[in-house]
C-alpha cells in the first residue's frame, strides 16, 4: 500500500520535528544532496519528500518555509508538470517492478539534473529499493560528484535492500508511528463517520494507512471474513466453503487479518481481560472462543500463520492456502487432532 499525499498546507504533527530540522539545514545553507527517507508504510514519508519538493520550488514560501499554493511553481507541481520535480520509479508497463539502469541514466546524462526554472531540482526515486544493481550503482556516482541545486529524495520502507555505500551518502531521516493520541487527534478531522481509532488498529497505527482503509470496501470484507472465521470455530461453518468465500482476497491482506485474530485469541485465552487488542470491536466475540481454547494448540497454530505470512511473496494457490489454514482452525478450534 502506497502513501496518499493529500493536498495539505503543513506537516502533520508527528512529522514537525523533521519538518522543521529541514527547513533549519535550509536557512543555513546546509541541506544535504540526497535524503533516504525510510520507515513504515503510511507514516508519511512521501508527504514529507512532497512538502519539502513544493518548499524548494515554490517562489513564494513562507517564513515557515511551508509552499504558497498561488504562484505558477505550485501550481506546476500541483498538476504533476513542474519541470524541476523528476519522479523516477519502476516502469509501470514494464514486466518487472524493478527500476532499471536506463531511467537513472538518463537522468544524470541528458541536461536531466540542471534546475531550469529556479536554484533547486528535486529528483524522488521512489520505492528506492526497487533500483536493480545497476540502477543504485549508476547513482552512487552521481551521489559521488553531486550537482549544485539538486536534491535526491530517495523513498522506501526497506532501507536495508539498498547498498550500504548509497546509503551512505544520504542523510537518513527515519519515520516511525506517531502516538496513538497524535494520529488520533489528526485523523479526526479527515474520517467523517468512520471509526478511527479502529481503523488505526487495523492499520498498526500508521495514521496514512488507516486513511487509505477508511476509503475502501475492505472492512466490509474484514466484517464477513471475521465472521467465517468464528463460524468455523464454531463448528457452524464449513471451512472449505468458507475458504471459497474468501476467493480473491490477496494472502496479505487475508493472513493479517487471521493472524491478528488468532494472536488476540491467545492474548484473551491467556488474560480475559487483556487491556490491549489488535480487534477491539471484535472482543466479545473473540473471548467467548477464547474461553474453550487450548493454549498450546493457539500458540502452534499462530506459529503456523505466521510462517505462512512471512513466506507469501512465493504463495501457493490462495485457495489451497486459505482452505489448509481454515481446515486447521477447525481442528484448533474444536480440539480435534
Ligand atoms: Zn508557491
Known amino acids: 500500500m502506497t ?128 533500483m536493480n544493481p ?33 546509503r551512505s551518502r544520504c542523510q537518513r531521516i527515519a519515520l516511525g508511528l506517531p502516538d496513538e493520541a497524535q494520529a488520533l487527534g489528526w485523523l479526526a478531522g479527515r474520517l467523517k463517520g468512520s471509526d478511527a481509532q479502529l481503523l488505526l488498529r487495523l492499520a498498526h497505527g500508521a495514521p496514512l494507512r488507516a486513511l487509505a482503509l477508511a476509503d475502501t470496501d475492505l472492512l466490509a470484507r474484514r466484517e464477513a471474513a471475521c465472521a467465517g472465521f468464528l463460524a468455523v470455530g464454531q463448528g457452524t461453518r464449513d471451512p472449505v466453503a468458507e475458504a471459497q468465500a474468501w476467493g480473491d482476497l490477496a494472502p496479505r491482506v487475508s493472513l493479517e487479518w487471521l493472524g491478528g485474530w488468532v494472536s488476540d485469541l491467545v492474548r484473551l485465552a491467556t488474560d480475559g481481560g487483556a487491556p490491549y487488542l489488535g480487534n477491539p470491536d471484535k472482543r466479545d466475540a473473540l473471548a467467548r472462543l477464547a474461553a474453550g481454547l487450548d493454549l498450546e494448540a493457539g500458540h502452534r497454530y499462530l506459529q503456523r500463520v505466521l510462517r505462512a505470512r512471512a513466506s507469501q511473496d512465493n504463495p501457493l494457490n490462495p485457495q489451497l492456502l486459505h482452505e489448509a489454514l481454515l481446515i486447521d482452525w477447525a481442528r484448533v478450534a474444536r480440539k480435534v487432532n
Request: proline share 9%.
Open 3 to 130: 502513501d496518499q499525499t493529500p493536498n495539505l498546507p503543513a506537516a502533520p504533527p508527528w512529522l514537525e520535528t523533521h519538518w522543521g530540522a529541514l527547513q533549519r539545514a535550509r536557512d543555513a545553507g546546509r541541506l544535504p544532496h540526497a535524503l533516504l527517507i525510510a520507515g513504515p508504510a503510511g507514516v508519511g514519508k512521501r508527504l514529507l519528500a512532497d512538502l519539502l519538493a513544493r518548499s524548494l520550488l515554490c517562489h513564494e514560501a513562507g517564513a515557515d518555509g511551508l509552499p504558497c499554493g498561488r504562484c505558477q511553481d505550485c501550481h506546476l507541481v500541483g498538476v504533476g508538470n513542474h519541470p524541476d520535480l523528476v519522479r523516477v520509479g519502476p516502469d509501470p508497463e514494464g514486466k518487472s517492478d524493478e527500476i532499471k539502469v536506463g531511467s537513472i541514466r538518463e537522468l544524470v546524462e541528458s541536461e536531466g539534473l540542471t534546475p531550469t526554472r529556479g536554484p533547486h531540482k528535486v529528483v524522488f526515486i521512489d520505492p528506492a529499493d526497487r
Open 134 to 166: 545497476s540502477a543504485a550503482n549508476a547513482l552512487l556516482k552521481t551521489l559521488e560528484e553531486p550537482a549544485a541545486g539538486t536534491l535526491f529524495c530517495l523513498v522506501t520502507e526497506r532501507a536495508y535492500l539498498l547498498p550500504a555505500t548509497v
